[in-house]
T-cell receptor
């Protein structure tokens, strides 16, 4: 079974340019997450989707970041315009969405990540 | 807001020594997950603890969930070079499905 696929793996852009990341979750996984991870830190949630609905985007900087998950499968994360502080690894993860007792999401499967460098 | 504090930030050990990382939450958790991230890699799920006082073992790794479900620990016995990486805890509350991640503990094997 294929894992979570992300592209591109690496992206170098100049500030103020746009950039987009793509994620294909594990087949059948209803829940999709976009995380940002800065060097030496834990992942920070940007947005969580249940199927095609964004159910938690409270930490997404909406002035420059946007995301979509059309048809509840693949997802894209866009930054426009990029700033120097956006340099980070953008991780996509998915989970089956079959919640256990107590709101348990179960295991998250992460992609390899997209490393963004803004110059 | 809810936080999960993880200590230490780094731990240097000689190969063969033990390693422990601790997570503490300001609020009661419904469950806690542990992930390992190798250098340059992505987080990989290790285990999930759900029950108060739960202890689970995976070979040389022992995971504990506190009685109050506010703290957890990961202990590695007799570390090996393959254990190198950063270990993250991620806690979840009943009221929402958001995972709150610790900052991670980086395991470094001394040469």
């Amino acid at each position: 079974e294929a894992g979570v696929v992300q592209s591109p793996r690496y992206k170098i852009i100049e500030k103020k340019q746009p950039v987009a990341f793509w994620c294909n979750p594990i087949s059948g996984h209803n829940t999709l997450y976009w995380y940002r991870q800065n060097l030496g830190q834990g992942p920070e949630l940007l947005i969580r989707y249940e199927n095609e609905e964004a159910v938690d985007d409270s930490q997404l900087p909406k002035d420059r970041f946007s995301a979509e998950r059309l048809k509840g499968v693949d997802s894209t994360l866009k930054i426009q315009p990029a700033e120097l502080g956006d340099s980070a690894v953008y991780l996509c993860a998915s989970s089956s969405g079959r919640f256990l007792a107590g709101g348990n999401t179960g295991e998250l499967f992460f992609g390899e990540g997209s490393r963004l460098t803004v110059l | 807001g809810q936080q999960v504090m993880q200590i230490p930030q780094y731990q240097h050990v000689q190969e063969g020594e033990d390693f422990t990382t601790y997570c503490n939450s300001s609020t009661t958790l419904s469950n806690i997950q542990w992930y390992k991230q190798r250098p340059g890699g992505h987080p990989v799920f290790l285990i999930q603890l759900v029950k108060s006082g739960e202890v689970k073992k995976q070979k040389r790794l022992t995971f504990q969930f506190g009685e109050a479900k506010k703290n957890s620990s990961l202990h590695i016995t007799a570390t090996q070079t393959t254990d190198v990486g950063t270990y993250f805890c991620a806690g979840q509350k009943d009221s929402n499905y958001q995972l709150i991640w610790g900052a991670g503990t980086k395991l470094i094997i001394k040469p």
